[in-house]
């Protein structure tokens, strides 16, 4: 399996070069996060994963985890791994320091969630889901409960889970029915069954606290019905150490396409302590605070996995020798040429390359979303902050993971037979990768979130906000040479999506099936919009520091290179999307349902 590295250096391009993150976090209230401890975090995280995760990767995917007697193992180096993330305190660089957090930005976290699902997609879903757990306890908890599992959770004594999906609810939460019948003492009696749940059960720790979607026995129907409960596989005692076992039996661990070291779980809640976090039937609007985070995270695992195949597929593509180049030979002390030669592996590598950077440019930015909205002290800054990172949320968990699962399919294709089997390790970022569009509200639900609540449901104002940002980065970038035909191109493409956002309005007020039937390619042709502006930042900087004479030359040249490459190859697949959002909804919805299958 191809090594793999932390992409250090675009990392810290982009923090330090293109956003100024130092600037971001001064005047997000993190005065004391200089570039100083940017950089160490990402160097100490590099080293992290690339000593401990990264190597065990192939390892848990043909080991995977098993149940046996209601008990769960997982595999080879997985304690390992926990063990080292304990002692490194990586649990604790985003959460609160009052239970034992370091404080730090949200936006350095997820970059370290980009190095760990790149290292080990399986393995870091465990800590993933308790960073989730700690976000959601933080923000609605009483101060009883974040007393008694906010330290446990940091410090990664005990892991967390988020049990939503049901057998016959499965995105439509509105229909689950798991219940919760109070008891005397304070407690609830959660009874039910969830399935899909990561890391539902395992032997990493000494106890599961499960975020749990329950009913209460007066509540009402629908999403307005559904409270959110703290239920541990072990009650705490009062000494606060794994008590009592709490009713929550796995019943099954699922057989999957992916992520095998990953144990999902299928879990049975019969009559289990649970504790109510927040208000009664307000679960979703609590489970909802952490899901920006969630699905920002998400969208890392596309991105990831992209990255890990690039590195996997460039390392093949440099030492792999077939035919010679279109130009004659490169290599004439060799039968052959190495494949990187030739056109057509350079046109998958180089999409890999663009989707890759670009995308982890998105995901950096909409992170530092997060920490203006939850921490600026400016009230109208948070307020902006929010409703930008509303709109990118649903583009960048749905447009990475997307994307992120094509770069992985190039790489199996630029190996050939050899990507193909398992001894490459490249199929297995494909199949890893495949579940991040299915996450956190599968791209489709995305997709419909972004157009109707988004963009029809604000009037097109978070749209045109977005553009205003497009606008300002052309006219900036119009005076940089070498940049023009970047902008005219991104100028037009702003201009086209603009237009594409108020027909769709106009005709979803006519047809109801519009939204549905444009929303996905409405979502990609915004996602390779909002990457280009991206790119023209990236490139704008590129060709500035070559200007200025500033060093590291063949770093800048090759992001214009790449910005290039986007441009003229990528960039214009907008054309076709814009096509099929004017098509009419009758090609969708006039088939029969009996024609489907004849």
């Known amino acids: 399996m191809p090594e793999y590295k932390v992409p250090l250096r675009d990392m810290r391009f982009l923090l330090h070069e293109v956003f100024d993150v130092a600037s971001h976090y001064e005047a997000a209230g993190f005065e004391d996060v200089g570039a100083d401890i940017v950089d160490a975090i990402l160097s100490e995280g590099a080293k992290f994963c690339e000593d401990f995760v990264a190597p065990i990767n192939a390892v848990g995917d043909s080991e995977g985890s098993h ?61 993933s889901l308790t960073l989730g757990a700690i976000h959601a306890i933080d923000a609605h908890a009483s101060d009883e409960l974040k007393q008694r599992f906010l330290p446990k959770l940091i410090s990664l004594e005990w892991t967390g889970t988020m049990c939503l999906t049901e057998p016959h609810a499965g995105s439509d939460l509105g229909i689950l029915s798991t219940s919760a019948v109070p008891s005397d003492d304070g407690s609830y009696a959660i009874s039910g069954t969830k399935i899909f749940i990561t890391y539902g059960e395992h032997d990493l720790a000494d106890n599961i606290v499960h975020l749990v979607l329950a009913r209460l026995p007066d509540a009402p129907a629908g999403p307005k019905g559904i409270s959110l409960f703290i239920v541990p596989k072990f009650v705490p005692d009062a000494d606060g150490k794994p008590g009592e076992r709490n009713p929550v039996v796995c019943s099954a661990i699922e057989e999957k396409h992916g992520i095998h070291g990953s144990p999902t779980a299928v879990l049975n809640f019969e009559g289990a302590k649970g504790y109510l976090v927040g208000a009664p039937n307000r679960g979703l609007s609590c489970m909802f605070t952490m899901m920006n985070f969630a699905r920002i995270d998400v969208g890392t695992h596309g991105l990831g996995q992209a990255e890990r195949s690039l ?39 180089l999409t890999q390359k663009a989707i890759a950077e670009g995308c982890r440019a998105l995901s950096t930015f909409a992170s530092m979303q997060l920490d203006v909205e939850h ?21 960048t968990k749905a447009f990475l993971t997307e994307s992120g699962y094509e770069a992985a399919y190039w790489g199996v294709q630029v190996l050939g037979g050899a990507g193909y089997i398992k001894e490459s390790g490249m199929e297995q970022y494909m199949r890893d990768a495949r579940i991040a569009s299915i996450y956190e509200g599968t791209n489709g639900i995305q997709a419909n979130d972004l157009l109707r609540r988004k963009v029809i449901g604000s009037g097109g104002a978070m749209l045109r906000d977005f553009i205003a940002l497009i606008d300002a980065e052309c006219e900036t ?20 999506w603009g237009q594409l956002a108020e027909s769709l309005s106009t005709r979803a007020g006519e047809d109801p099936a519009v939204v549905g039937a444009a929303s996905f390619d409405f ?26 004479g500033a060093g590291d030359e063949t770093f800048y040249r090759a992001k214009l290179m790449t910005a290039r490459f986007y441009y003229e190859r990528i960039l214009p697949r907008t054309l076709t999307l814009a096509a099929t959002l004017g098509a009419s909804t009758d090609s969708l919805m006039d088939m029969p349902d009996d024609a489907f299958v004849i």
């Open 523 to 548: 979502m990609m042709l915004s996602g390779y919009v909002v990457v280009a502006y991206f790119w023209l930042r990236m490139a704008r900087v590129a060709q500035q520091k070559l200007d200025a």
């Open 67 to 127: 149940l046996v007697d209601g008990k769960v193992t997982t595999p080879k180096g997985w304690q390992t791994a926990i063990d080292a993330y304990r002692e490194g305190g990586w649990g604790a660089v985003g959460s609160n320091p009052e239970y034992g957090g370091q404080g730090l930005p949200e936006s350095l976290e997820l970059l370290f969630n980009e190095m760990a699902v790149a290292s080990n997609m399986a393995w870091r879903l465990c800590t």
């Open 375 to 395: 921490h600026h002290p400016d009230e109208d800054a948070r307020s902006k902050g929010g409703d930008m990172l509303a709109f990118l949320i649903p583009i």
């Open 477 to 496: 970038a119009r005076g940089v040479e070498g940049l023009g035909t970047f902008v005219e191109a991104l100028s037009e493409q702003s201009k086209q």
């Open 311 to 349: 590195q996997g597929a460039v390392a093949y593509a440099r030492d792999r020798t077939q035919f010679r180049a279109p130009g004659g030979a490169v290599a004439p002390d060799q039968k052959a040429d190495p494949i990187i030669v030739h056109p057509d592996v350079r046109r998958m590598l």
